[in-house]
Every structure is written in C-alpha cells, then in structure tokens.
C-alpha cells in the first residue's frame, strides 16, 4: 500500500491554516483528503478544569497522539491536510520522528504581526498576543518546500498554489532535510 501524501500547514494562530486547509479540500480532486486539526484534538478533551502541570502533561500527550494520529492516517494510504503550530522545538522533532519525511510537504504560513492581532481581536476566541508570541517560534527551523502569506493572498488563492505545487514535490523536502539535520546533530551531541 502506498503511503498517503500529507499537506503539513505550519503557522501561528490566526495565520490562516484551517482557512487554507478547507480550501484544499474543496480544490484538491486527485484523492480524498482529510483535514486533522490540532485544535480538533484539543477540543476533543475533558472540560474540567486543570492545574498547569497536569495542562501540561495533558498538551503534550495530546500532540503526541495528533502526530501519530496523522502518521497512521497517512500510512494506510489517506491523503491528509495537517493543521498545526510547530511552536515548540520538540514537537517539530516528534513529528520529524514519526512522519514519512518523503511524502510530506512542508507549507510556511505566514501573516505580519500587525494582521495577526486585528485577526485575534475580530475572532475574540483566542488571547490578543497568542499569535505574537508565536511569530518567531513556529518559523525557526527555516525550511519549507513552500510558503504563503494570507495577507496578500487569500485562502483559495494559497490552496490553489499548493495544488499546483503537489505534484513537483521535490525529492528531498524539506521535512527530509530538516531529518537530517536534526539527526546529525543529534549524533554530534551524542
């Protein structure tokens, strides 16, 4: 069985990520994609209240079982949208140890500070300063197979590029080279 390819949109909150992600389910009509949010799997959770640890202990198990989540989708052949905020190092590295790094792209969404705050007070769902906070992080890594900004593209605009993107994915994406990298430097410090 082939594995399924997988569309990973990695991008602040309020970036655009699910706007894009719903636009590729409509415009992709080579497979049947799936979109897995990582906000769907938090919302999934006990409302009852937690103390930090416990929310913390809780967050990370919670995006551990996301990826892995994502992994076995893709391994019995589903094409899947991934919806994510890479904005800790080691959840870049759990899912560079558990995805198929060749059959991955890697989209950069971006959008300017500025934008991200007037998003946040529209949607009044999210603390104004989350994206902010966010900005450098989730982007620190530094490579992607491609990158779109929704402040000067729409949602169905940067969907339609990524399809016309997928099928000149490059050999060694970027998901692979970030593998790499990580794993020679993980055997340099080892």
């Known amino acids: 069985m082939t594995p399924g390819r997988i569309i990973f949109l990695n991008g602040t909150s309020s970036s655009g990520k699910s706007s894009i992600a719903r636009e590729l ?20 959770r ?7 640890e416990e929310l913390d202990k ?20 589903n094409d899947v949208v991934v919806d994510h905020v890479l904005s800790e190092p080691w959840r870049l590295l759990d899912c560079l140890s558990v ?20 998003r946040e007070r529209a949607r009044g769902d999210r603390p104004v300063g989350l994206a902010a906070h966010q900005y450098d992080l989730v982007h620190r890594h530094g490579d992607y197979d491609l990158e779109c900004d929704t402040s000067t ?21 970027a998901f692979a080279r970030l593998r790499d990298r990580h794993t020679a430097g993980s055997a340099a410090a080892g």
């Open 25 to 44: 389910l409509d415009v992709l009509d080579d497979g049947v994609f799936f979109h897995l949010a990582v906000d769907s799997f938090n919302a999934m």
């Open 46 to 52: 006990t409302k009852r209240a937690l103390d930090d």
């Open 58 to 77: 809780a967050l990370r198990r919670t995006r551990m079982g996301f990826h892995r989540s994502v992994a076995a989708m893709a391994e019995v052949g």
């Open 99 to 118: 995805l198929p790094a060749e059959r991955v792209l890697f989209v950069g969404v971006h959008c300017p500070p500025e934008e991200l705050t007037r």
């Open 153 to 173: 593209a729409t949602p169905r605009e940067c969907a339609e590029r990524i399809k016309s993107f997928l099928p000149h994915l490059p050999r060694r994406t």
